[in-house]
């Protein structure tokens, strides 16, 4: 058995992807001697390339893990006030980044692409919560082999509105209004590639669409 192309196979991955281990593994089964192919039965064939696409699948995908990202909530200010029979309290928040290199090579250049989601819930209404987002973007000149780099997103704006004791919206909507994240999205590039995602939770890319 050839494990030089094997090898080879494993070590190209990243470049050809599944299908082009799979030509380079069915050129070596072609160069089989004829007096030894019906040796080689195709589920042998077929078991072959899938341990050797398992093999490969960490390779595939380093790319997308030479970055981690975590996202933490931050508080910077709180204000309330009076508005008739009404209280409204208003928390600005943002969100910090740590950008995290998990290679051992210097990634020259990367930008921090984010969406953050969060719903903006109007007071009396019995609509259903309308569902905003606030994106950015940061650049990072070079982040070094495994360093971290923290950055901020831009200050979000939650409002709560919650009537006084025995008044009611005549709309039968509820008496307290509460805007509240519903997820976070970070994503980073080097070269035009994506090198690293972050989503929380883990099923908003099911639910939301990524905007550049």
């Not at 008496?175 to 980073?188: F, I």
């Not at 099911?206 to 905007?211: G, L, R």
Request: aromatic share 8%; net charge positive.
């Amino acid at each position: 058995m050839n494990l030089s192309l094997i090898a080879t196979s494993i070590a190209i991955g990243r470049d050809c992807g599944p299908a082009g281990l799979e030509e380079i593994i069915s050129g070596f089964f072609s160069n089989v001697p004829d007096q030894f192919a019906w040796m080689i039965s195709m589920k042998i064939r077929s078991l072959f390339i899938v341990l050797l696409l398992c093999l490969a699948a960490p390779i595939l995908q380093a790319q997308l893990h030479d970055v981690k990202i975590l996202a933490t909530r931050e508080k910077l200010d709180e204000t309330r006030e009076r508005s008739g029979n009404t209280t409204q309290t208003t928390k600005e928040i943002i969100y910090n980044l740590t950008i995290e290199s998990k290679t051992f090579k210097l990634i020259p250049a990367l930008e921090i692409k984010y969406m953050i989601f969060y719903e903006d819930i109007q007071a009396g209404s019995t609509n259903k919560a309308r569902l905003s987002s606030v994106k950015g973007s940061q650049s990072i000149t070079e982040l070094q082999a495994r360093s971290k780099v923290k950055i901020k997103t831009k200050p979000i704006k939650l409002a709560t509105q919650e009537l006084d004791a025995g008044w009611y919206y005549t709309s039968g909507s509820s008496g307290r209004a509460r805007d509240a994240v519903k997820g976070v999205w970070v994503r980073a590039y080097a070269d035009g590639k994506m090198v690293g995602e972050y989503i929380n939770p883990s099923t908003l890319d099911n639910k939301q669409n990524w905007k550049e």
